[in-house]
């Protein structure tokens, strides 16, 4: 019997508000159809957490009240999530989940909310001008459609490092003046894109094709640690 | 009344007089035109009457049309709102439309749209605030659901001596310390012990020290009886409660409501919450409760947003989805048809329907047994999106028929192999589709309550 790849879905009963939970489910059906079962964990306040045991890790978006709950709780993964990003593993987050990979992000009251530290971005809220609609970018998977809507404007601190996931045709994206979609580091996908974005099956193949790969070397390392045990 | 009132109320009289005899119904325009004259013309007219402003994300429609059959009972002269007419200058069209019998207050009993509480509740003054719930809701133009409630509450804010009626299942109408008198309604159902909501729900948080909710039972999304096991926090005590639901079919629902056994003609767990918080609203107002048991069960079937349609001696049944807490609380309901069904979903992306189509995955499509359907059918404006949708669910591919768009969508409701059809379809994808099928001349058994 084939050992289940295994999703963490940090926060799922928190960071589930914009239908991105689809992202979960498209990746499901698709690896189910490769003859892959999966199964779902809900990492969420309070609960142990290690990285290195799962195959993806999956963060979505939340509402204000509710990210600011997880930004206090989310210190506590800091370093596995480090580990496992720098790793080359695979990693998909959308909009807060984006966000947190960064140093801060600084609500339309001035409130600032300091995030994960792991990723050299930023981003600055502006309540009264939120990006909202469809959009049209080209990808590394090739072109895709999705749905924005963020008050929040995320800004690359070390562009060499990283790298936008697309490129807008339409719509906005990570801010109103880079024409830029989301960022690119190593297998970690950030996106401001909801719809869920995977409905694009190019990039949902993409990455089934980076957890399949992984999750073989998870097995295999596993295995060669019994062994040398 | 100022002069300008009178002469502005006259003039938005006139235009309802015209548009109504001329041409087909009343719409806002008259009370766009009062507004515009006259900015404290609602004030005026809503002096001969006591106010009760029902709101919140769902439920709003059907609440009001039950609470004006209970209250029918003991005050003859009601005036409310039709649905669609849930805004300021709707509401101030249907006060000029209506006309006020005798030298004693009427009531006034108005659905009204979450963002426009504030707006109304300045003029009418209301004596009761009922709020039915607040879920994520076409977040594109409502935004989320702290931000909604807030909205609500700039209302509740002008009217401090007001009864707020609220749903006590629903822990954000226990977040905040207000003022006024507060009456709850909810299930008093037995403990299933100690569980938490499903992972896909909103508003689980504690709103006192931000842990998670947990329930002794869990009726439906975030409602039911919720303690935080770090702090304390708990449901409050409740006034009128639900002890039991004994039936719950897509036609019927049977249920013991405050101690009386009570039967609906209309299924779903969200149409029992909004038949008690009908019965609470005439408790309050003083009508018994055998009497409004009575007057809500009937044998009269009691329409929610969804109508039947026979077609070529096909039922139809259309119910209208517009967010996902409301998707799955019919999902449910359609699971508990005890005969064959096919199933239809269609799905536009206008400004009425929410632009974002994004909610449809946070909806359990998963929990259908699609292979039992004699047939499945994708289609409207995003048909790619749903016709995904419904594949990850669980649709086999060659099961599944794709219509481009809602006038496509009929012909093959028409060839379902089987009688009966559900067709769950967004708002302009409803009145595509009503449309479509009048124009074939195919006949609405009844129309959305009034």
Redesign the interface.
């Known amino acids: 019997m084939a050992e289940p790849i295994k999703i963490a ?1 940090l926060y ?3 960071m ?7 992202d979960v ?2 990746l499901r ?1 698709l690896l189910k159809e490769r003859g892959d079962a999966t199964t779902v964990t ?1 990492v ?2 309070g609960d142990d957490f290690d990285a290195n045991d799962y195959d993806f890790l999956f963060f979505g978006g939340g ?4 990210q600011t ?1 997880v930004a206090k709780d989310l210190q506590r993964h800091r370093e596995t999530i480090k580990d496992y990003i720098e790793a080359g593993k695979p990693m998909l987050c959308i909009c807060g989940g984006y966000q947190f990979l960064g140093t801060y992000y600084k609500m339309s009251d001035g409130t600032v909310i300091q995030c994960l530290n792991i990723l050299p971005l930023h981003t600055i809220f502006k309540a009264d001008a939120r990006m ?3 959009t049209k970018f080209v990808t590394q998977f090739g072109p895709a459609q999705a ?1 924005e ?1 963020h008050s929040g404007r995320t800004y690359f601190d070390d562009k060499e490092k990283l790298k936008p996931f697309g490129t807008m045709i339409e719509g906005y994206g990570n801010n109103p003046e880079d024409h830029t979609e989301g960022m690119r580091y190593k297998n970690v996908i950030g996106s401001y894109s ?3 974005l995977l ?1 694009n099956l190019n990039i949902a193949n993409g990455i089934a094709d980076q957890i399949v790969k992984n999750h073989q070397a998870r097995l295999a390392s596993e295995k060669n640690a019994a062994v040398t045990a | 009344m100022s002069i300008r009132d009178k002469f502005a109320i006259t003039v938005g009289k006139s235009a309802h007089w015209f548009l109504h005899t001329f041409r087909n119904g009343g719409s806002s325009f008259p009370g766009k035109l009062a507004d515009r004259l006259a900015p404290n013309a609602l004030a005026a007219l809503g002096k001969d009457y006591d106010t009760i402003i029902i709101t919140g994300t769902n439920g709003k429609t059907l609440t009001t049309a039950l609470t004006v059959k209970a209250l029918r009972q003991k005050y003859p002269d009601i005036l409310s709102n039709p649905t669609g007419s849930n805004m300021f200058q709707g509401i101030l069209t249907v006060f000029m439309a209506h006309r006020h019998h005798g030298s004693e207050k009427g009531l006034a009993v108005l659905e009204v749209d979450e963002a426009n509480v504030a707006h109304v509740a300045a003029q009418l003054h209301p004596k009761m605030f009922v709020m039915t719930n607040i879920f ?1 809701d076409q ?2 133009r409502y935004g ?3 931000t909604t409630y807030d909205k609500i509450l700039a209302g509740v804010k002008l009217a401090p001596e007001a009864t707020i009626v609220a749903n006590g299942d629903a822990p954000i109408f226990n977040s905040k310390d207000l003022p006024n008198p507060k009456v709850y309604y909810g299930f008093n159902l037995p403990s299933e012990g100690d569980t ?2 499903d ?4 508003g ?2 504690c709103p006192v020290c ?3 909710l947990h329930y002794h039972f869990n009726t439906y999304a975030n409602l039911g009886d919720y303690f935080c096991p770090h702090c304390g926090f708990h449901r409050p005590d409740l006034k009128y409660t639900v002890n039991a639901v004994n039936t719950l079919l897509p036609t019927k629902s049977q249920f013991d409501l405050d101690g009386h056994p009570a039967t609906i003609n209309i299924g779903g767990m969200y149409n029992i919450y909004n038949t008690l918080a009908a019965y609470t609203v005439a408790r309050e107002f003083g009508v018994a409760g055998d009497t409004i048991v009575d007057a809500l069960a009937g044998d009269e079937t009691v329409f929610g947003r969804q109508e039947v349609i026979t077609v070529d001696g096909k039922q139809v049944t259309i119910i209208l989805v517009k967010n ?1 807490v409301g998707l799955n609380q019919v999902l449910t309901m359609i699971k508990n048809d005890p005969q064959p069904y096919s199933l239809a979903v269609l799905l536009n992306s206008n400004y009425a329907d929410g ?8 909806g359990k499509f998963e929990d259908l047994d699609y292979a039992a359907m004699p047939a499945v059918i994708a289609g409207g404006h995003r048909h790619k ?1 749903i016709a ?2 419904l ?2 669910a669980g649709v086999a591919d060659d099961h599944l028929q794709v219509a481009d768009n809602v006038t496509d969508a009929i012909p093959l409701i028409k060839a379902i192999p089987n009688d009966r059809i559900y067709v769950l379809a967004t708002y302009t994808a409803m009145l595509a589709l009503r449309k479509a099928l009048a124009d074939q001349n195919y006949v609405t058994q009844k129309l959305v309550n009034k």
Request: hydrophobic share 30%.
């Open positions: 879905y799922e009963d928190l589930n508000t914009y239908g991105d939970s689809g489910k498209i059906y809900n969420s306040l509402q204000d009240f509710e709950v909202i609609g469809d749905f809507n909801h719809g869920p409905k | 994520r977040m594109d989320e659901i702290y938490r909501a992972v896909n729900t909103d689980v948080l931000d842990h998670i996902p632009i974002d189509t994004s909610w449809i995955w946070d999106d995904l949708r594949k990850v």
